[in-house]
């Protein structure tokens, strides 16, 4: 039983180049979070997502930043045009539904800007 | 939105030493979790504790809701307990979206 699966673990862009984050859930985990870890902080929640919508983006950047979780395949995070502040941790957690249960988080992509 | 903190910022500790962690939350929390990060930055999931007492081996987790606050107990230390943990919670009033402590730093020497 895979757990949260993220590619690619690394991912070096040029200052205005897009990057393009990938999470696959837990099987059986049909809600999907974004956090973002800049150096030596905590992690920060960005937006949460089911199947085909997005439920809460209050942590998204209002420009730049998109999610979307398809019908099928992973979830994507798309960076468009990104600026060296984009640099960071990104994690992706999952669950199996809203209203109590835990949450199972993947190893997180490592977004360096040059 | 609640808040969460978490004590101490760093702690260094001896190979076999024991330790513990405290996470306070400023209001109700439905999830409270707890999370070790290694030193090569994966995110590894301890102990789902909304409430009560966990135990896992060496590391074990007390969580008291009504007085907004988690402790994480690290028995026998070893050098492989090394990182940062994080407490993390959910706000009560619906969102999903967990808060996190800035983290406890913690190195353990041989």
């Known amino acids: 039983n895979a757990g949260v699966m993220q590619n690619p673990r690394h991912l070096v862009r040029r200052r205005g180049q897009e990057a393009r984050l990938r999470c696959s859930p837990m099987?059986?985990?049909?809600?999907v979070y974004w956090y973002r870890q800049l150096p030596e902080e905590g992690l920060k929640f960005m937006v949460y997502?089911?199947?085909?919508?997005?439920?809460?983006e209050s942590g998204m950047p209002k420009e730049r930043f998109s999610a979307e979780f398809p019908k099928e395949g992973p979830s994507i995070l798309r960076i468009q045009q990104v600026v060296r502040g984009d640099s960071a941790a990104y994690f992706c957690?999952?669950?199996?539904?809203?209203?109590?249960?835990?949450?199972?988080f993947g190893s997180g992509t490592r977004l360096t800007v040059v | 939105g609640i808040q969460v903190e978490q004590s101490p910022p760093d702690l260094i500790l001896q190979e076999g030493a024991n330790s513990t962690l405290r996470c306070n939350f400023s209001?109700?929390?439905?999830?409270l979790q707890w999370f070790h990060q290694n030193p090569w930055g994966q995110l590894i999931n301890l102990f789902y504790?909304?409430?009560g007492t966990k135990q896992n081996g060496r590391l074990s987790a007390t969580t008291v809701a009504t007085e907004r606050y988690s402790l994480l107990y690290i028995s026998s230390s070893q050098t492989t307990d090394s990182g940062v943990y994080f407490c993390?919670?959910?706000?009560?009033?619906?969102?999903?979206?967990?808060?996190f402590g800035k983290g406890t730093k913690l190195t353990v020497n041989p």
């Open positions: 957690a999952s669950s199996r539904g809203s209203g109590g249960h835990g949450y199972t």
């Open positions: 099987k059986g985990h049909s809600h």
């Open positions: 993390a919670g959910r706000d009560s009033g619906g969102s999903e979206k967990l808060v």
């Open positions: 997502l089911q199947k085909e919508n997005i439920i809460d």
């Open positions: 209001d109700s929390v439905n999830n």
């Open positions: 504790i909304p409430s």
